[in-house]
């Protein structure tokens, strides 16, 4: 199936890469779009066999060295996957997404060679799963400062405190765990990461109820009850986890941005082609009227600007420069403006966009979780704010 999107990736990306790209976007319309509506309307998460073709593709292990038995790829790999997939669904994209930008990512860049051998083959073929245990009912985009403490009793350490809007709880073998260590350190040194299995008895996970995003997404809240654990789970170092944590995010980010812009892209085709195809008043296209044609056109530009400048940062990224104010500025910018013309696309096609079968709908929805996710927008202003007016940075909120 053509995308618009497509002519812009020809100048933007090398042709292997774009040969891996048109490969996810054929398996998603063959093996996730024919089912969408059914899981969607059954509430029923993203099925196992969904999720073992992604790892038989290699979808999970994009970003993992070869020596571990991933693809040895980057964060423009995962990017373009996202782009592939959460053209039809942010719920598939985020799966092997989160996998390796939230999971994997945390010891690829702390663990020690321990945990990367006993755990990164398995997560590359996506046998298992980890998630990153950031979000607390206490604590949202203040993740810095974790409720969930961990504290030393001789030689162990017991974890106490609950996480929350964990993504891919549900397939997890395991949950990174940020925690409070130090309280009373200085800022950026109060905290630690801890590798802490699922299936330890006192570690409780239930599946979050009620939510309306990402609905094939598991999303889940993980409390743990004094939680023992020796310096063997440690990921990176003792009071060092908000490094793991930034060095985490900023990855994600960009992929947000990524999944922001596949929403884009799905509905320029889906607009452009409506418009051409709607007929009305004395029996001519809607697409000959000017504010239709306005919508559409303001999409293609957002879609064409924010594509150029997402992959400017992925290469910034994969060379290890990218700046933490740059990652929040494309998540915030691609997020927002992707939501606003959301909201135009649907005015102009009128009912038949509140269809779950129209497609637009969900994206509308799923687009909220892009806003406030990795950080919420209203968060991530003052942290992307904050270069332009040094002088008072230490006072801005």
């Given at each position: 199936m053509f995308r618009h999107v497509d002519t812009y990736l020809e100048s933007l990306i090398e042709e292997e890469r774009l040969a891996f790209y048109q490969a996810v976007c054929d398996f998603g319309e063959k093996e996730i779009a024919p089912h969408l509506l059914a899981w969607e309307r059954q509430h029923i998460l993203l099925p196992d066999e969904a999720i073992a073709a992604m790892g038989a593709m290699?979808?999970?292990?994009?970003?993992?060295?070869?020596?571990?038995?991933?693809?040895?790829?980057?964060?423009?790999?995962?990017?373009?996957?996202?782009?592939?997939?959460?053209?039809?669904?942010?719920?598939?994209?985020?799966?092997?997404?989160?996998?390796?930008?939230?999971?994997?990512?945390?010891?690829?860049?702390?663990?020690?060679?321990?945990?990367?051998?006993?755990?990164?083959?398995?997560?590359?073929?996506?046998?298992?799963?980890?998630?990153?245990?950031?979000?607390?009912?206490?604590?949202?985009?203040?993740?810095?400062?974790?409720?969930?403490?961990?504290?030393?009793?001789?030689?162990?350490?017991?974890?106490?405190?609950?996480?929350?809007?964990?993504?891919?709880?549900?397939?997890?073998?395991?949950?990174?765990?940020?925690?409070?260590?130090?309280?009373?350190?200085?800022?950026?040194?109060?905290?630690?990461?801890?590798?802490?299995?699922?299936?330890?008895?006192?570690?409780?996970?239930?599946?979050?109820?009620?939510?309306?995003?990402?609905?094939?997404?598991?999303?889940?809240?993980?409390?743990?009850?004094?939680?023992?654990?020796?310096?063997?789970?440690?990921?990176?170092e003792v009071d060092e986890g908000f490094k793991v944590m930034v060095t985490t995010l900023n990855g994600g980010r960009l992929f947000i941005a990524a999944l922001a812009l596949s929403s884009l892209a799905f509905a320029v085709d889906r607009c452009r082609l409506y418009a051409q195809e709607?007929?009305?008043?004395?029996?001519?296209?809607?697409?000959?009227?000017?504010?239709?044609?306005?919508?559409?056109?303001d999409m293609d530009i957002a879609l064409e600007q924010g594509l150029t400048w997402l992959f400017h940062l992925v290469r910034q990224y994969n060379a290890g420069t990218l700046s933490r104010e740059s990652a929040a500025k494309v998540k915030i910018e691609c997020t927002r403006r992707t939501s606003e013309l959301y909201t135009l696309a649907m005015e102009m096609c009128g009912g038949i966009a509140s269809m779950d079968e129209f497609g637009l709908i969900r994206h509308a929805h799923d687009l909220f979780v892009c806003r406030v996710g990795e950080g919420s927008n209203f968060a991530l202003k003052t942290l992307a704010v904050k270069p332009l007016m040094p002088s008072i940075a230490h006072l801005l909120q």
């Open positions: 290699g979808l999970f292990g994009l970003t993992v060295d070869e020596q571990y038995g991933g693809q040895g790829g980057d964060l423009m790999d995962l990017v373009l996957m996202g782009l592939a997939l959460g053209y039809h669904s942010h719920s598939v994209a985020i799966t092997p997404g989160a996998a390796a930008s939230l999971g994997i990512r945390p010891i690829q860049l702390r663990g020690n060679e321990a945990q990367k051998s006993a755990h990164l083959p398995d997560l590359a073929q996506g046998k298992r799963m980890f998630i990153f245990g950031l979000s607390e009912p206490g604590r949202g985009s203040d993740a810095a400062n974790p409720q969930v403490t961990a504290t030393r009793v001789h030689d162990k350490w017991v974890l106490r405190g609950e996480k929350c809007w964990s993504t891919n709880a549900k397939w997890a073998s395991h949950i990174i765990v940020h925690a409070m260590t130090n309280p009373e350190g200085n800022p950026g040194h109060r905290s630690t990461c801890f590798l802490v299995p699922m299936d330890d008895p006192n570690v409780h996970y239930q599946e979050m109820q009620g939510k309306q995003v990402w609905l094939q997404s598991s999303t889940g809240s993980i409390a743990l009850d004094q939680v023992e654990v020796t310096d063997d789970a440690i990921v990176g709607r007929i009305q008043f004395n029996e001519q296209p809607i697409g000959r009227f000017q504010r239709v044609q306005d919508v559409i056109l």
